[in-house]
């Protein structure tokens, strides 16, 4: 969150990108996340939490869905790498949630593969609407928790993590106007307006 402020106030520091840090981690590395973010290219992750190499363990899909490999990335990161942090980043205008949002208002569903972004998107719309969401905002955030809620329910391993205190989840929703990664969900981890979700 501090390497994002300096992105949103136009001081990043760029940290880690040069020669010394290059060599350094050509004997391993040992993040400090795993972001599960947006293929968006107005969302490049390590631009906009002002990180550099060796700093973030990124997975990007096309409104940050998951599938087995997405989940098999994410706990090779949390179990086998022991990174602390899970991050789901979803983002304003996100094309995939509004896709779904023209499939559930239309009937029409996108050609070829495109119909599995609207698939795994429309349960996070369709719990997002019965809470009373009605704005792409709103749909965005909901998306996010959602995914976060998802990962948390499939991966034993994170769970376990989880349960152990050794790793956090959360979830950002990234505003393209001012460059905000705002937490809207969080487990194991207690953000600023942002309470943490129970763990059971
Ligand atoms: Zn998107």
């Known amino acids: 969150m501090a390497g994002n402020r300096r992105f949103m106030d136009e001081d990043s520091a760029h940290p880690n990108q040069d020669r010394g840090r290059r060599e350094l981690l050509t004997g391993g590395q040992r993040p400090n996340a795993v972001v599960l973010a947006c293929s968006d290219s107005r969302v490049p992750v ?119 205190g050794l790793c956090g989840v959360v979830g950002m929703r990234y505003r393209l106007s001012d460059g905000l990664a705002e937490p809207v969900a969080s487990y194991g981890l207690d953000i600023d307006g942002v309470p943490a979700t129970e763990v059971h």
């Open 46 to 164: 390590e631009i906009v939490f002002d990180q550099g190499l060796g700093d973030l363990f990124v997975i990007r899909t096309a409104g940050e869905i998951t599938d087995l490999s997405v989940l098999a990335s994410l706990e090779f990161a949390v179990v086998s790498l022991g990174v602390p942090l899970v991050v789901v980043l979803g983002h304003e205008s996100c094309g995939a949630v509004a896709a779904a949002q023209t499939a559930l208002a239309t009937g029409s569903m996108p050609p070829g593969f495109q119909r599995v972004l609207v698939e795994k998107v429309t349960p996070s719309l369709l719990a997002a609407r019965s809470q009373g969401a009605d704005t792409g905002e709103d749909f965005e955030k909901h998306h996010v928790v959602e995914i976060a809620n998802h990962i948390v329910d499939r991966s034993p391993g994170i769970m376990e993590r989880l349960r152990e």
